[in-house]
């Protein structure tokens, strides 16, 4: 008989690697951003060692977008993108051959294909045009901009658009964060989503909550792998935190998580866990008989 956890494990696998190998590059283009922005900034009118308010400076804002966005957008970025939504091919794949391994005759459903196509064109979208504009463009001129309004020092200038722009070890830069959560989000929300559409789908009452755990991982995930089954009569109770071993604090989840919405909100913001149904017949017995 095919075992569903190996099947799962080559799933959650796979989302881990596609973010990983999507995100490797980004502290880099951040860096290229930052080097660019700074050569930029040392053209601005300057007065007695800080920034001038002047319609001269004002007017190169525009420049600096224009160069951003030149360093972003390049050949590999874009392929880079292309190559993470086809990752919505490989992923829908293999939670399918998930699925197979409990019913034989099982196949991706209708409303999956269409989900994953919306998915990845709206992923597309959100690394591409209006939300690098708004979370990295923007925000590194509004930055600028406003130094120049108020006046100040071009070293604090320097050291604004540095604590923005790059990654350190103690800070995430724009571009990584924002795009790190984009796809991450993405690809685990829409498997969240197909496990939920085939638990409704199919009555499916038990769940094993599964995925790597690493430093940053929340008290909330950790506690839940080490439960690792949940039935379905227990979503409130879990998404409270009331369940054994009892998380250590909540922090990470959504606010508004509770039962109705725990198979797709899961830990919470940047959740890299699922929550996939998986049939009676791989519950533990003696867990079995305390939800009959």
Not at 173 to 198: E, P, T
Request: charged residues 30%; aromatic residues 10%.
């Amino acid at each position: 008989m095919p075992d569903p956890l190996s099947q799962l494990q080559k799933l959650t696998n796979f989302l881990d690697k596609s973010v990983e190998d999507f995100s490797k590059d980004l502290p880099g283009v951040q860096d290229k951003i930052f080097d660019r922005v700074q050569v930029l900034l040392k053209e601005l009118e300057l007065s007695r060692g800080s920034v001038k308010a002047s319609v001269k400076n004002l007017r190169k804002i525009n420049r600096i977008k224009r160069e951003i966005e030149d360093i972003v957008y390049n050949a590999k970025y874009f392929k880079d993108v292309d190559f993470f939504t086809n990752a919505f091919e490989i992923s829908t794949d293999l939670q399918t051959g998930y699925f197979q391994t409990m019913e034989k005759n099982f196949t991706t459903p209708k409303f999956i294909e269409v989900l994953k196509k919306s998915t990845m064109e709206s992923t597309k979208v959100a690394l591409t045009e209006a939300g690098i504009q708004a979370n990295v463009v923007d925000k590194a001129a509004d930055i600028i901009q406003t130094n120049i309004s108020q006046g100040r020092e071009f070293g604090n200038m320097v050291t604004d658009m540095r604590n923005f722009l790059v990654t350190t070890p103690e800070h995430v830069g724009a571009l990584k964060s924002y795009a790190s959560h984009i796809v991450r989000d993405s690809i685990n929300m829409y498997a969240a989503q197909y496990n939920q559409y085939v638990a409704d789908d199919l009555g499916m009452k038990w769940f094993v909550y599964t995925g790597d755990l690493r430093k940053t991982s929340r008290e909330f995930c950790i506690a839940l792998v080490k439960k690792r089954y949940v039935h379905k009569s227990e979503f409130g109770k879990v998404a409270a935190g009331k369940f054994i071993p009892k998380p250590k604090d909540m922090k990470g989840l959504k606010p508004d998580t509770k039962a109705t919405n725990f198979e797709i909100l899961r830990g919470g913001y940047n959740c890299d866990h699922l929550l996939s149904p998986i049939g009676e017949a791989w519950i533990p017995q003696k867990l079995r008989n305390k939800f009959k």
